[in-house]
Protein backbone atom coordinates (compact mmCIF):
# COMPACT_ATOMS: atom_id res chain seq x y z
CA UNK A 1 0.00 0.00 0.00
CA UNK A 2 1.21 3.39 -0.60
CA UNK A 3 -1.58 5.88 1.31
CA UNK A 4 -4.32 5.70 3.18
CA UNK A 5 -7.17 8.07 3.37
CA UNK A 6 -7.73 10.53 6.15
CA UNK A 7 -11.11 12.26 5.15
CA UNK A 8 -12.59 12.89 2.48
CA UNK A 9 -15.67 15.18 1.62
CA UNK A 10 -17.70 15.78 -2.08
CA UNK A 11 -20.16 19.24 -1.30
CA UNK A 12 -22.95 19.32 -4.11
CA UNK A 13 -23.11 23.31 -5.62
CA UNK A 14 -27.05 22.51 -5.88
CA UNK A 15 -28.88 19.25 -7.60
CA UNK A 16 -26.57 16.62 -9.17
CA UNK A 17 -23.04 16.37 -7.85
CA UNK A 18 -20.63 16.09 -10.91
CA UNK A 19 -17.56 15.29 -8.97
CA UNK A 20 -16.74 11.66 -8.68
CA UNK A 21 -14.27 10.35 -6.10
CA UNK A 22 -12.22 7.23 -5.64
CA UNK A 23 -9.42 5.19 -3.63
CA UNK A 24 -7.63 2.48 -2.69
CA UNK A 25 -4.20 1.44 -1.59
CA UNK A 26 -2.18 2.54 -4.49
CA UNK A 27 -4.18 4.70 -6.49
CA UNK A 28 -6.77 7.39 -6.14
CA UNK A 29 -8.78 10.02 -7.99
CA UNK A 30 -11.21 13.37 -8.22
CA UNK A 31 -12.99 13.83 -11.52
CA UNK A 32 -14.94 16.89 -12.16
CA UNK A 33 -17.20 17.07 -14.80
CA UNK A 34 -17.54 20.24 -16.73
CA UNK A 35 -20.76 21.70 -16.31
CA UNK A 36 -23.40 21.04 -19.44
CA UNK A 37 -23.57 24.05 -21.97
CA UNK A 38 -26.30 22.92 -23.74
CA UNK A 39 -29.33 20.10 -23.48
CA UNK A 40 -28.86 16.68 -21.83
CA UNK A 41 -27.53 13.93 -24.24
CA UNK A 42 -27.69 11.02 -21.67
CA UNK A 43 -30.09 9.44 -19.15
CA UNK A 44 -29.45 10.23 -15.17
CA UNK A 45 -29.14 13.90 -13.52
CA UNK A 46 -26.42 15.24 -15.76
CA UNK A 47 -24.13 14.11 -18.13
CA UNK A 48 -21.10 15.86 -16.40
CA UNK A 49 -22.62 13.54 -13.71
CA UNK A 50 -22.63 10.29 -15.80
CA UNK A 51 -18.60 11.02 -17.16
CA UNK A 52 -17.54 12.11 -13.64
CA UNK A 53 -19.18 8.73 -12.55
CA UNK A 54 -18.33 6.28 -15.10
CA UNK A 55 -15.07 7.42 -15.70
CA UNK A 56 -14.20 7.16 -11.59
CA UNK A 57 -15.54 3.65 -11.35
CA UNK A 58 -13.78 2.75 -15.08
CA UNK A 59 -10.31 4.06 -14.21
CA UNK A 60 -10.22 1.82 -10.84
CA UNK A 61 -10.92 -1.12 -12.38
CA UNK A 62 -8.60 -0.75 -14.81
CA UNK A 63 -6.08 0.46 -12.90
CA UNK A 64 -5.88 -3.35 -10.57
CA UNK A 65 -4.56 -4.95 -13.83
CA UNK A 66 -3.12 -2.21 -15.63
CA UNK A 67 -0.10 0.77 -15.42
CA UNK A 68 -1.47 4.25 -15.20
CA UNK A 69 -1.81 5.50 -18.63
CA UNK A 70 -2.93 2.22 -20.12
CA UNK A 71 -5.66 2.07 -17.84
CA UNK A 72 -6.15 5.72 -18.59
CA UNK A 73 -6.39 4.45 -22.28
CA UNK A 74 -8.88 2.27 -21.44
CA UNK A 75 -11.34 4.06 -19.95
CA UNK A 76 -11.58 6.69 -22.08
CA UNK A 77 -12.28 3.60 -24.84
CA UNK A 78 -14.89 1.99 -22.58
CA UNK A 79 -16.35 5.77 -21.75
CA UNK A 80 -16.47 6.32 -26.04
CA UNK A 81 -18.35 2.90 -26.29
CA UNK A 82 -20.92 3.96 -23.28
CA UNK A 83 -21.51 7.36 -24.98
CA UNK A 84 -22.17 6.23 -28.31
CA UNK A 85 -24.65 3.33 -26.93
CA UNK A 86 -26.50 5.88 -24.55
CA UNK A 87 -26.44 9.19 -26.27
CA UNK A 88 -29.96 10.11 -27.21
CA UNK A 89 -28.66 12.96 -30.01
CA UNK A 90 -26.20 13.41 -32.25
CA UNK A 91 -23.00 15.57 -31.93
CA UNK A 92 -22.86 18.82 -34.03
CA UNK A 93 -20.91 20.96 -31.51
CA UNK A 94 -17.43 20.10 -29.75
CA UNK A 95 -18.71 22.09 -26.61
CA UNK A 96 -22.31 19.32 -26.29
CA UNK A 97 -19.22 16.61 -25.85
CA UNK A 98 -19.43 15.69 -21.88
CA UNK A 99 -15.79 16.12 -20.55
CA UNK A 100 -14.17 16.10 -16.98
CA UNK A 101 -11.03 17.69 -15.18
CA UNK A 102 -9.26 14.67 -13.50
CA UNK A 103 -6.27 14.05 -10.74
CA UNK A 104 -5.14 10.53 -10.16
CA UNK A 105 -2.17 9.45 -8.29
CA UNK A 106 -0.33 5.83 -8.45
CA UNK A 107 1.90 4.34 -6.54
CA UNK A 108 4.49 3.66 -9.65
CA UNK A 109 5.19 0.03 -8.75
CA UNK A 110 2.50 -2.04 -6.80
CA UNK A 111 1.29 -5.38 -5.87
CA UNK A 112 2.31 -8.16 -8.62
CA UNK A 113 -1.06 -8.39 -9.87
CA UNK A 114 -0.72 -5.16 -11.00
CA UNK A 115 2.87 -5.06 -12.06
CA UNK A 116 2.68 -8.00 -14.06
CA UNK A 117 -0.01 -6.06 -16.71
CA UNK A 118 1.39 -2.84 -16.74
CA UNK A 119 2.97 -2.66 -19.82
CA UNK A 120 1.71 -1.17 -23.02
CA UNK A 121 1.58 -2.38 -26.61
CA UNK A 122 5.53 -1.22 -26.79
CA UNK A 123 6.27 -3.28 -24.14
CA UNK A 124 7.11 -0.57 -21.84
CA UNK A 125 5.59 0.28 -18.71
CA UNK A 126 2.20 1.99 -19.36
CA UNK A 127 3.06 4.33 -16.01
CA UNK A 128 6.33 5.78 -18.10
CA UNK A 129 6.48 9.87 -18.44
CA UNK A 130 5.24 11.69 -21.64
CA UNK A 131 8.34 13.39 -22.65
CA UNK A 132 6.84 17.33 -22.30
CA UNK A 133 5.83 17.13 -18.83
CA UNK A 134 7.56 14.74 -16.95
CA UNK A 135 8.99 15.50 -13.88
CA UNK A 136 11.04 13.57 -11.26
CA UNK A 137 12.19 13.85 -7.35
CA UNK A 138 15.24 11.02 -6.79
CA UNK A 139 14.47 7.64 -6.16
CA UNK A 140 12.00 5.70 -3.97
CA UNK A 141 14.06 4.50 -0.61
CA UNK A 142 12.58 1.98 2.26
CA UNK A 143 10.91 4.86 3.62
CA UNK A 144 9.32 6.96 0.68
CA UNK A 145 7.20 5.69 -2.13
CA UNK A 146 7.28 5.99 -5.56
CA UNK A 147 4.01 8.06 -6.86
CA UNK A 148 3.12 9.23 -10.54
CA UNK A 149 0.05 11.95 -10.90
CA UNK A 150 -1.66 12.14 -13.73
CA UNK A 151 -4.44 15.10 -14.52
CA UNK A 152 -6.66 16.98 -17.05
CA UNK A 153 -7.91 20.46 -16.16
CA UNK A 154 -7.92 22.57 -13.03
CA UNK A 155 -8.02 19.32 -10.65
CA UNK A 156 -5.07 19.23 -8.45
CA UNK A 157 -2.96 17.86 -5.97
CA UNK A 158 -0.92 19.43 -3.34
CA UNK A 159 1.88 17.92 -1.27
CA UNK A 160 3.09 18.84 2.06
CA UNK A 161 6.19 16.87 3.56
CA UNK A 162 7.35 17.73 7.20
CA UNK A 163 9.20 21.39 7.16
CA UNK A 164 9.52 21.55 2.77
CA UNK A 165 6.80 24.19 1.49
CA UNK A 166 3.40 22.67 0.22
CA UNK A 167 4.13 22.45 -3.76
CA UNK A 168 0.90 21.72 -6.11
CA UNK A 169 1.36 19.16 -8.69
CA UNK A 170 -1.28 19.96 -11.64
CA UNK A 171 -2.29 23.75 -13.11
CA UNK A 172 -5.15 23.98 -11.04
CA UNK A 173 -4.05 27.36 -9.49
CA UNK A 174 -3.44 28.64 -13.05
CA UNK A 175 -6.53 27.86 -14.65
CA UNK A 176 -8.51 29.32 -12.34
CA UNK A 177 -6.90 32.84 -12.36
CA UNK A 178 -7.75 32.57 -16.12
CA UNK A 179 -11.31 32.04 -15.79
CA UNK A 180 -11.21 34.55 -13.44
CA UNK A 181 -9.81 37.22 -15.39
CA UNK A 182 -12.37 35.51 -18.00
CA UNK A 183 -15.20 36.48 -15.64
CA UNK A 184 -13.41 40.01 -14.83
CA UNK A 185 -13.98 40.81 -18.29
CA UNK A 186 -17.56 39.77 -18.10
CA UNK A 187 -18.71 42.00 -15.25
CA UNK A 188 -16.25 45.32 -16.50
CA UNK A 189 -18.81 44.87 -19.98
CA UNK A 190 -21.59 44.58 -17.05
CA UNK A 191 -22.70 41.59 -17.18
CA UNK A 192 -23.11 40.01 -14.04
CA UNK A 193 -20.79 36.10 -14.57
CA UNK A 194 -23.14 34.04 -13.01
CA UNK A 195 -25.89 35.19 -15.48
CA UNK A 196 -25.28 31.64 -17.22
CA UNK A 197 -27.57 32.61 -20.20
CA UNK A 198 -25.96 36.10 -21.04
CA UNK A 199 -21.81 34.34 -20.47
CA UNK A 200 -23.23 31.26 -22.98
CA UNK A 201 -21.48 32.06 -25.53
CA UNK A 202 -18.47 33.07 -24.18
CA UNK A 203 -18.57 29.72 -22.30
CA UNK A 204 -19.46 27.40 -25.01
CA UNK A 205 -16.61 28.91 -27.49
CA UNK A 206 -13.78 27.73 -24.58
CA UNK A 207 -15.57 24.63 -24.59
CA UNK A 208 -15.32 24.01 -28.47
CA UNK A 209 -11.40 23.77 -27.91
CA UNK A 210 -11.80 20.59 -26.25
CA UNK A 211 -9.44 17.89 -27.42
CA UNK A 212 -7.83 20.00 -29.40
CA UNK A 213 -3.68 21.72 -29.55
CA UNK A 214 -2.82 21.86 -25.54
CA UNK A 215 -6.55 21.43 -24.23
CA UNK A 216 -7.21 17.55 -23.72
CA UNK A 217 -9.83 16.75 -21.23
CA UNK A 218 -11.14 13.22 -19.42
CA UNK A 219 -14.18 12.81 -22.68
CA UNK A 220 -15.07 9.81 -24.77
CA UNK A 221 -11.92 9.87 -26.85
CA UNK A 222 -9.37 7.87 -26.33
CA UNK A 223 -6.86 9.85 -28.01
CA UNK A 224 -6.42 11.81 -24.65
CA UNK A 225 -5.14 9.49 -23.08
CA UNK A 226 -1.66 10.67 -24.94
CA UNK A 227 -1.97 14.17 -23.67
CA UNK A 228 -2.93 13.39 -20.23
CA UNK A 229 -0.11 15.42 -18.17
CA UNK A 230 2.23 13.33 -15.40
CA UNK A 231 4.70 14.13 -13.13
CA UNK A 232 6.44 11.32 -11.14
CA UNK A 233 7.94 12.20 -7.40
CA UNK A 234 9.80 10.36 -4.50
CA UNK A 235 7.93 10.95 -1.47
CA UNK A 236 8.52 10.44 2.18
CA UNK A 237 6.72 8.35 4.49
CA UNK A 238 3.97 10.55 6.68
CA UNK A 239 3.79 12.65 3.57
CA UNK A 240 0.22 14.33 3.25
CA UNK A 241 -1.52 14.71 -0.03
CA UNK A 242 -4.66 16.56 -1.05
CA UNK A 243 -6.42 15.91 -4.23
CA UNK A 244 -9.13 18.84 -5.16
CA UNK A 245 -11.10 19.52 -7.42
CA UNK A 246 -11.15 23.08 -8.22
CA UNK A 247 -14.77 23.81 -6.49
CA UNK A 248 -12.28 23.10 -3.14
CA UNK A 249 -9.13 24.14 -4.19
CA UNK A 250 -10.98 27.54 -5.07
CA UNK A 251 -10.58 28.39 -1.07
CA UNK A 252 -7.07 29.41 -2.06
CA UNK A 253 -6.86 30.13 -5.77
CA UNK A 254 -10.05 32.06 -6.29
CA UNK A 255 -10.73 33.35 -2.42
CA UNK A 256 -7.19 33.48 -0.98
CA UNK A 257 -8.71 32.43 1.96
CA UNK A 258 -5.43 30.23 2.15
CA UNK A 259 -2.31 29.81 0.37
CA UNK A 260 -0.88 26.12 -0.26
CA UNK A 261 0.95 25.65 3.16
CA UNK A 262 -2.12 27.52 5.14
CA UNK A 263 -4.64 24.86 2.89
CA UNK A 264 -2.58 22.08 4.42
CA UNK A 265 -2.33 23.45 7.72
CA UNK A 266 -6.01 23.59 7.75
CA UNK A 267 -6.96 20.19 6.60
CA UNK A 268 -4.82 19.03 9.56
CA UNK A 269 -6.67 20.58 11.84
CA UNK A 270 -9.66 21.65 10.92
CA UNK A 271 -10.71 19.21 9.05
CA UNK A 272 -12.16 19.42 5.57
CA UNK A 273 -15.46 19.30 6.83
CA UNK A 274 -15.24 22.40 8.43
CA UNK A 275 -13.28 23.68 5.40
CA UNK A 276 -16.43 22.70 3.17
CA UNK A 277 -18.34 25.28 5.56
CA UNK A 278 -15.97 28.12 4.93
CA UNK A 279 -15.87 28.05 1.55
CA UNK A 280 -19.79 28.03 0.99
CA UNK A 281 -20.02 30.92 3.56
CA UNK A 282 -17.31 32.82 1.52
CA UNK A 283 -19.28 32.43 -1.85
CA UNK A 284 -22.57 32.97 -0.11
CA UNK A 285 -21.62 36.41 0.49
CA UNK A 286 -20.49 37.08 -2.73
CA UNK A 287 -23.52 35.53 -4.60
CA UNK A 288 -23.41 37.62 -7.42
CA UNK A 289 -19.54 36.92 -8.45
CA UNK A 290 -18.67 40.79 -7.80
CA UNK A 291 -15.90 40.34 -5.30
CA UNK A 292 -14.51 37.43 -6.63
CA UNK A 293 -15.32 37.04 -10.18
CA UNK A 294 -16.51 33.73 -11.55
CA UNK A 295 -19.15 32.15 -13.21
CA UNK A 296 -20.83 29.87 -10.87
CA UNK A 297 -21.78 31.19 -7.91
CA UNK A 298 -21.48 27.78 -6.25
CA UNK A 299 -19.07 24.99 -7.17
CA UNK A 300 -19.52 21.15 -6.44
CA UNK A 301 -16.34 20.77 -4.14
CA UNK A 302 -14.60 17.37 -3.81
CA UNK A 303 -11.18 16.60 -1.69
CA UNK A 304 -9.07 13.25 -0.49
CA UNK A 305 -6.90 13.99 2.38
CA UNK A 306 -4.27 11.08 2.35
CA UNK A 307 -1.10 10.64 4.18
CA UNK A 308 1.75 8.53 2.34
CA UNK A 309 2.73 5.17 4.27
Request: proline content about 5%.
Amino acid sequence: MAFRLLEQISLAAGGANEDAHAHDGYAALVLDGATPLGPSLLPGPSDAAWIAGFGARRLMAHLKEHGAREALRLTLEDTKKSFEGLTRKPIKERWQIPCAAMMLVVETFSDPLRLSHATTASGLRATGTSPSNASHEGEAGPDSRQLEFFWFGDCAAIVASGDAPAFIVGEGVESRGREAARARIALDAGITPTDRAKVLPLLRAGRGRINSGNNWLFSPEPRAAAHAHHAAHSLATGTKLLLATDGFLALASDYGAYDLDGLMAAAQSKGLAAMGAELRTIEKDDPKAQKFPRFKTHDDATALWLEVI
